[in-house]
């Protein structure tokens, strides 16, 4: 790290002065301290390289020499700066880890008697909380890289505030980053003084780098391997014109192998990779001086908190991952996105720490601009189930009263409100139970907290802590999707994964084996509702305890079939036989694969699988697919634990998931189990079944006889609606009737019936029973006289009904005598078809409702000869033309000159004679 030419003892301690006066945050102390006696709360505003995650904590705990001992608690988004922060502080005070200096992160704890500054994760800051609300014996809490907007850090930030208000007003609180919203986070903590740190260690130049080749943006979790291929050839650019080691910022882990792969094994550089999983011994030795020339690809974990020592030249992909939850699939998921502006400045600033530096950036100048300023904030994209449990286990189940710069989206909210009441965590009313607790306090997400929790019941502690360890941390590739193999795989050990499962495989042991929660978070459980000091939960036994097994908890859906709550709430069953039942049949049949797969099962019931066709149909309703060549193929049933949606497929892919059989698919999702009698309109008639279903999985069917009355009923209208009201008997009356009142709904309105398709249908109730209710399939309705129903929705109250006839009658009489029916099948014009003859002497149009009807005069053949809805102006300007025409064909039928004084007939010249 930095050359060290002087120090000084302090109280037992030796400064590395010329490391410490180099530090440029060291001007903003003043202020910063003023900022904390005047306000209690400041937001700390530094560049990169200016030392506020080493220096500040140290002045803030009096380590320098000046004020008084104080316990600094400094907040961390990764365990990788957390361990580098403390490291970087304890080489300053010339100590050990764990003397002055240490750090706790999850499964790893280095912390003296004499400890004065500690630095955690936000997540292990949110554990604490919930234990200790007031945070006994610390007197400031820093939250660093508070940008990232980590939903932890959100968290921890609105507890703390929280904690301030209401218990301890002496609590100092600082909010600090290289790039954020200070007007924010002032707002946010009361309005806080911002304290501004200028200047960085060194300037970094910027190099603009674009590919030359046209490169398709990241969809999904997909990266245009052009880009890749882009950024090796500009590390390998950094490595010929500059000098220094290179920091190489990538998305994720597939990415850093792929560009390793790229780069091979350039002469006299070593190639190294750091990311979140990478073992501690690996991480350790990239913030160590290196021997030789360094490239180091990282993702996003080295924007914050670190020095990478060495390191004179950056290169940005320019690509960073964020979370996302498919809610209609029940998916969650990383996304590759454009990485923001605030986080390009962190990566930049990697390069300025140790000296004049570079910024190689993978994109155009222009582009630039329209970055987003910040990354987006989890609480807006993230599955908020684990806030949702924190937030209820700290009395606020709505999260309404948190100070939060981002309020929780209600849909996120409403989908993880109901997978915590299935599984018993809160209570009707959105409050914690005494199983929600110990659920926060497993330090892992509720699915995985309810799937070690039931399956130690069911299947041993050891084997369910195995397979939850395995799930709470991807597995390396090579691994496979097979999850059963991949869990010998990691007992075989032999890798750096396997050696942070062991370690994890111990931990959630223990915390299994602790049954009886303690400290304040159990005096919670037991209190009544108020948000801070009495606590959130329910009283006592007011649901599943930490002995109740799988079926009070099997629903777990982030989207569809998320409305577990009405099956599988607090005080459902208590899931201890049938979970062990399950284990002795499990093991006697299918051995040890099928006990992991019950795990899995436990945690995502909703992904439970059955084999149908060429795919898998999930309980959720999900279709997804397994790989070509995987052990998995083949299998009925899967419980599936990792699955993504490639780009440009409508279904989901199986990355890792284990083999089940259908007993253990009824026990773990038994809440959406469901048995019942389905009466539907198929292929043109009415099919009643019983119908078992797992969600939206079949699992059996059989005839059903004796169908429920009013399901065939359903069933009925749903074929009428589908194939249409001509499935009725319908006479050549009964359809005249619907005409003519179709006329007179069009020219009259009300009181008159609408009797078109939709308006029937709605008003079925109204005019098709009891026929209706007494029909049992299709035939019987062929013989419903549609006529005689419509009749039902005549105004017969308002006694218009009786004017049926009067205001549309089905016949009028013409002229000659004659009564002829009326076309109403155009209700806006009906016809009315007579011989031309029979209407002699008539000067105006017939008229029905005062609507003149369209006459088809026809001729003597009955074929139509004029058509006119103005008889007196036919009979003067049309008529001489069509009895020109007519009249030597029809000779024997009389064709007056004056039509309109002639008597009407319906008979020929020779019987008009007679």
């Known amino acids: 790290m930095f050359g060290v030419s002087g120090a000084y003892d302090t109280g037992g301690v030796i400064l590395r002065d010329e490391a410490l006066d180099a530090l440029p945050v060291r001007a903003a102390l003043p202020a910063l301290n003023d900022a904390l006696d005047g306000h209690g709360t400041a937001v700390l505003a530094a560049p990169p390289g200016t030392g506020k995650t080493t220096l500040v904590p140290l002045a803030l705990a009096g380590l320098l020499g000046e004020g008084p001992a104080r316990r600094v608690l400094v907040a961390e988004p990764r365990r990788i700066a957390a361990r580098a922060a403390a490291r970087r502080m304890a080489w300053l005070l010339g100590e050990r880890p764990g003397e002055s200096v240490g750090h706790t992160v999850r499964g790893e704890r280095v912390v003296g008697r004499h400890t004065r500054v500690e630095v955690v994760t936000t997540g292990v800051l949110l554990q604490r909380l919930q234990r200790d609300q007031e945070l006994t014996g610390v007197d400031v809490v820093v939250l660093d890289e508070c940008h990232e907007r980590h939903l932890d850090a959100d968290t921890s930030a609105a507890f703390l505030w929280d904690v301030r208000e209401t218990l301890r007003p002496e609590l100092r609180l600082v909010a600090a980053s290289a790039t954020t919203d200070t007007a924010g986070w002032a707002r946010l903590l009361g309005g806080a003084p911002v304290v501004e740190a200028h200047g960085s260690l060194f300037g970094v130049e910027v190099v603009w780098a674009p590919s030359a080749r046209p490169v398709r943006p990241p969809h999904g979790m997909r990266v245009d391997p052009a880009l890749l291929a882009h950024v090796a050839s500009v590390v390998r650019r950094a490595l010929a014109e500059r000098s220094g080691d290179v920091l190489c910022f990538l998305p994720g882990v597939g990415e850093i192998a792929r560009v390793a792969g790229l780069l091979g094994a350039p002469a006299g550089v070593d190639v190294l990779q750091v990311h979140g999983r990478a073992p501690a011994a690996v991480q350790d030795a990239v913030l160590a001086p290196g021997v030789r020339r360094r490239v180091v690809l990282a993702t996003s974990v080295a924007e914050s908190s670190l020095t990478v020592p060495g390191v004179r030249v950056v290169v940005d992909s320019g690509l960073a991952r964020e979370p996302r939850v498919d809610h209609a699939r029940g998916l969650s998921a990383l996304a590759t996105v454009r990485a923001s502006q605030a986080a390009g400045r962190q990566r930049a600033g990697r390069a300025g720490r140790e000296g004049p530096g570079v910024v190689y950036r993978c994109w155009e100048e222009a582009e630039d601009a329209r970055l987003p300023s910040f990354p987006a904030p989890e609480i807006r994209v993230a599955d908020l189930t684990a806030f949702a449990l924190q937030a209820a286990c700290w009395g606020d189940p709505d999260a309404s009263g948190l100070a939060l710069l981002d309020p929780p989206p209600d849909g996120a909210m409403a989908a993880a409100r109901s997978l915590l009441t299935a599984i018993g965590a809160v209570d009707s009313a959105g409050r914690a139970t005494a199983r929600g607790v110990r659920l926060a306090r497993l330090g892992l997400h509720p699915r995985l907290g309810r799937a070690l929790l039931d399956g130690a019941a069911s299947v041993g502690v050891e084997r369910a802590a195995e397979v939850v360890a395995l799930l709470s941390e991807e597995a390396p590739r090579e691994y496979g999707d097979d999850l059963a193999a991949a869990l010998r795989s990691a007992r075989r050990g032999g890798d750096a994964y396997g050696a942070r499962w062991r370690a994890e495989v111990r931990r959630l042991r223990a915390v299994v084996e602790d049954r009886t929660p303690t400290g304040p978070a159990a005096a919670r459980a037991d209190g009544g509702g108020s948000r801070v000091g009495a606590g959130a939960g329910a009283a006592p036994g007011a649901g599943p305890g930490p002995g109740v097994g799988a079926a009070a908890a099997a629903g777990a859906g982030a989207g569809p079939g998320a409305g577990l709550g009405a099956k599988a709430g607090p005080g459902v069953g208590t899931g201890t036989g049938a979970g062990v039942g399950v284990g002795a049949r499990a093991g006697a049949d299918a051995g040890a694969d099928v006990l992991a797969g019950f795990v899995v099962a436990l945690a995502f019931p909703e992904r439970l699988a059955r084999a149908d066709g060429g795919s898998y149909l999930m309980v959720s309703g999900t279709r997804a697919e397994v790989r070509e060549g995987t052990?998995?193929?083949?299998?009925?049933?899967?419980?599936?634990?990792?699955?993504?949606?490639?780009?440009?497929?409508?279904?989901?892919?199986?990355?890792?998931?284990?083999?089940?059989?259908?007993?253990?698919?009824?026990?773990?999702?038994?809440?959406?189990?469901?048995?019942?009698?389905?009466?539907?309109?198929?292929?043109?008639?009415?099919?009643?079944?019983?119908?078992?279903?797992?969600?939206?999985?079949?699992?059996?069917?059989?005839?059903?006889?004796?169908?429920?009355?009013?399901?065939?009923?359903?069933?009925?209208?749903?074929?009428?609606?589908?194939?249409?009201?001509?499935?009725?008997?319908?006479?050549?009356?009964?359809?005249?009737?619907?005409?003519?009142?179709?006329?007179?709904?069009?020219?009259?309105?009300?009181?008159?019936?609408?009797?078109?398709?939709?308006?029937?249908?709605?008003?079925?109730?109204?005019?098709?029973?009891?026929?209706?209710?007494?029909?049992?399939?299709?035939?019987?309705?062929?013989?419903?006289?549609?006529?005689?129903?419509?009749?039902?929705?005549?105004?017969?109250?308002?006694?218009?009904?009786?004017?049926?006839?009067?205001?549309?009658?089905?016949?009028i009489t013409v002229p000659s005598g004659s009564r002829i029916r009326i076309d109403y099948a155009d209700p806006e014009r009906p016809v009315l078809a007579v011989k031309l003859q029979e209407m002699f002497g008539l000067q105006e149009s017939p008229r029905v409702a005062g609507v003149p009807l369209l006459v088809h005069l026809l001729s003597p053949a009955g074929r139509p000869a004029a058509v006119t809805a103005d008889l007196a102006s036919f009979w003067r300007d049309g008529y001489k033309g069509v009895r020109a025409e007519l009249r030597g064909r029809y000779p024997k039928h009389p064709w007056p000159e004056d039509p309109a004084g002639a008597e009407p007939t319906r008979f020929t010249n020779a019987r008009l004679r007679r």
């Open 631 to 811: 052990d998995l193929r083949g299998a009925s049933w899967l419980a599936v634990a990792v699955a993504d949606r490639p780009v440009g497929r409508g279904h989901a892919r199986v990355q890792l998931a284990a083999v089940v059989d259908e007993e253990v698919a009824r026990f773990a999702a038994g809440a959406l189990l469901d048995e019942r009698d389905e009466v539907h309109w198929a292929d043109g008639d009415v099919v009643a079944l019983r119908v078992e279903r797992l969600g939206a999985v079949e699992l059996a069917v059989r005839p059903l006889r004796d169908a429920d009355a009013g399901l065939v009923r359903g069933a009925l209208v749903e074929g009428l609606e589908k194939d249409g009201l001509g499935l009725l008997r319908w006479s050549s009356e009964a359809g005249a009737l619907r005409q003519r009142l179709a006329f007179l709904r069009w020219h009259l309105g009300d009181p008159w019936p609408d009797v078109c398709e939709a308006s029937l249908h709605a008003r079925v109730d109204e005019w098709l029973e009891p026929e209706l209710s007494r029909a049992r399939r299709r035939s019987d309705l062929g013989r419903i006289d549609a006529g005689a129903a419509l009749g039902r929705l005549l105004p017969w109250a308002s006694g218009e009904a009786a004017r049926l006839e009067e205001l549309a009658p089905e016949r």
